[in-house]
């Protein structure tokens, strides 16, 4: 949830600081800080309620010329969002400041032991008490980074922490516990930095080490020591990590959402691309984990994933279902992980995650390698924990995506599970071939089709007028289209802030259909599917209840008019790809609304980019 980022090294550190927060305050926007040190041994701390531009305005002219600093953005997990919860948190002599992500499950016990010596704290956060516990062990003439290592042996949960000390100024010590808050650091010459992401290193290096749970990286100017959880020296050899500067500007759009929706037609490209050869028509994957026979002895799939990542999995579910055969089911990630789930090493675990550090997702992964289980991530973030813990990773590879509300990473989430389900329904010999031919051209057709339902942008704004002002939304749709409406729902409430929820259309007699009059619209997904008729009769009866109906139909099909209040023509695609399309209508309708009512669509209220925390 949390960004943090830290610089030591020959360049003045504040601007290097500042510039690293501005890309990683999508991870959270409730308060922000830094804290720089210079050669003086001046500690310099400044503390913000709210978003980076008024930190930005506080430290107008008066940062010094610091040799290395921290900074951080917080999505408040303990304390509301003010300044005295911002972070970096100190200790009482102000001898060292932490930045943090992660929660301290153990803080008020911790706190205890200061309140009995008569210390006060500032804050009401958890982390503060990690700049206690440094404090003491610094007091007691234990080195910084060794005191760092004793503390996180004290810390209940799974942290990132990043710290520097009065007395060092050319020192940064970070350290990671547990699968939450991964920590990258960045090597260049004469200078190293440490984030919470990769992302923002990127623009200054791309040679990179990543730590691991328990290590603790003592980093200098000229020089970064490892060390793991017991105190024995770890060696570590930066890799080189890939960036494509003009992926992570805004452009021409109002917003990094919309530039995120347009870009979807070459975002399901790039996941295409290499994986779905037209001649002959078939699928290629790379670098797949289990060898054939291992595959034709699978007796089962579970997929993982959270919010939009779920929905992918959702939609996976019927990809596996259909065209491999293999008995399948999506699964909440955070409910999987705690239902004691009956696996074994013929079940197949799919988690899709467009960070890759999603604790919750984590966690299940943790709970699928206990079992045994072959794992494959479908993931967008190269060095991301999720890969390092998957046997294999299927990058979505749809490049980075900015906006708290995922999109373009959706969309390459269901191409690579359709691809996915392809090969292993080919090498299972469960899949007809002609069937499978005519999936690989049905895919290849996608770029197209999404290109020419963005055209439809005007005519959904529209749209998005006429029912910006409702309170309350429903979104029906069946089979493939369910986990679509979902979707919908999810991306209406988190960018417009609008009461949403998403049912498979069969629900609604069986209660929901009693919330149905003229102030609750529908979002029904009616397209060709083969259960087309039976949306038809759902949307009759909404109808018949004076429902307002907003229809999303297969072109060509004027069988909603008249009917439905609106009718959104879609192109035609593949029935089982559908979500493919249907998507980028949710997009547009859920972003068109937020912005006529003035929401803030790239970085709603109370939400992170990245859910490292429980
Ligand atoms: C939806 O727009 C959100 N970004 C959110 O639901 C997200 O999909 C979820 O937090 C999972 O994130 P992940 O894909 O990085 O694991």
Redesign the pocket.
């Known amino acids: 949830m949390c960004g943090i980022i830290g610089y030591t090294g020959r360049r003045p550190a504040g601007p290097i600081v500042i510039e690293g927060l501005k890309r990683l305050e999508y991870r959270g926007y409730d308060s922000a800080g830094i804290a720089l040190l210079d050669r003086g041994h001046e500690l310099y701390v400044v503390k913000v309620a709210g978003k980076l531009d008024n930190l930005d305005a506080r430290i107008e002219g008066t940062m010094p010329p610091a040799v290395s600093g921290i900074g951080h953005t917080r999505w408040a997990t303990h304390g509301v969002p003010s300044e005295a919860n911002a972070h970096p948190m100190l200790d009482p002599s102000g001898r060292v400041a932490v930045v943090h992500n992660g929660i301290v499950e153990n803080f008020e016990a911790l706190r205890e032991r200061f309140y009995e010596r008569g210390e006060r704290f500032a804050s009401d956060t958890d982390t503060e008490v990690i700049a206690h516990l440094l404090a003491e062990q610094l007091a007691a003439g234990v080195d910084l980074a060794e005191a760092m290592r004793l503390v996180t042996h004290e810390l209940a949960g799974a942290h990132a922490i990043l710290a520097i000390c009065r007395d060092e100024p050319d020192r940064l010590v970070a350290a990671r516990v547990g699968n939450a808050g991964g920590l990258v650091i960045g090597y260049g010459e004469g200078e190293h930095f440490v984030s919470s992401d990769l992302a923002a290193l990127l623009p200054h290096t791309s040679r990179v080490a990543f730590l691991d749970p328990g290590e603790i990286a003592d980093v200098r100017a000229e020089s970064v020591r490892y060390v793991d959880a017991a105190g024995r020296p770890v060696d570590k050899t930066p890799e080189l990590q890939p960036y494509d500067p003009v992926a992570a500007v805004k452009g021409r759009y109002k917003h990094f959402m919309l530039k995120e929706i347009h870009e979807q037609p070459d975002a399901v490209l790039d996941a295409l691309r290499g994986r779905y050869v037209p001649d002959p028509p078939r699928v290629e994957l790379e670098r797949f984990p289990l060898a054939p026979e291992r595959i034709r002895a699978l007796r089962r799939v579970v997929l993982v994933?959270?919010?939009?990542?779920l929905h992918a999995a959702m939609v996976g579910r019927h990809y596996i279902e259909r065209l491999a055969r293999i008995p399948a089911e999506a699964d909440n990630a955070a409910e999987f992980r705690y239902r004691a789930p009956v696996l074994d090493a013929q079940t197949l675990v799919i988690s899709?995650?467009?960070?890759?550090?999603?604790v919750d997702?984590l966690s299940a992964m943790d709970e699928a390698r206990r079992a045994g289980c072959p794992q494959v991530t479908i993931c967008n973030t190269p060095g991301s924990q999720a890969t390092r813990v998957a046997d294999a990773a299927l990058f979505i590879r749809v490049g980075p995506e900015i906006a708290?509300?995922?999109t373009k990473?959706l969309a390459g989430s269901m191409v690579v599970l359709h691809a996915l389900a392809l090969y292993l329904g080919r090498v299972r010999g469960t899949l007809d071939p002609a069937r499978g031919a005519a999936q690989v051209e049905a895919a290849l057709h996608l770029p197209s089709a999404i290109g020419e339902t963005l055209l439809l942008e005007p005519r959904i704004e529209q749209v998005a007028t006429r029912f910006a002002h409702y309170a309350d939304f429903l979104y029906l749709g069946r089979g493939v289209s369910y986990p679509m409406a979902l979707e919908g729902a999810?991306?209406l409430k988190?960018v417009a802030y609008i009461h949403a929820e998403g049912y498979p259309a069969a629900e609604m007699k069986h209660g929901p259909i009693a919330l149905i009059d003229e102030r609750m619209p529908t979002v029904a997904i009616a397209l060709d599917d083969g259960l087309r008729d039976k949306m038809r009769s759902t949307i009759e009866e909404l109808k018949a209840r004076r429902g307002p109906v907003i229809a999303l139909v297969t072109e060509g099909d004027h069988s909603l008019d008249g009917v439905a209040d609106e009718v959104i023509a879609l192109p035609r695609v593949d029935p089982l790809l559908t979500p493919l399309v249907t998507v980028v209508v949710m997009q547009l309708l859920a972003y068109h609304i937020a912005v006529q009512r003035g929401c803030d669509v790239d970085q709603p209220r109370n939400l992170a980019?990245?859910?490292t925390v429980e």
């Open positions: 994933g959270m919010g939009t990542s899709v995650a467009q960070s890759g550090e999603t997702t708290v509300a995922s990473t999810l991306k988190e980019k990245t859910v």
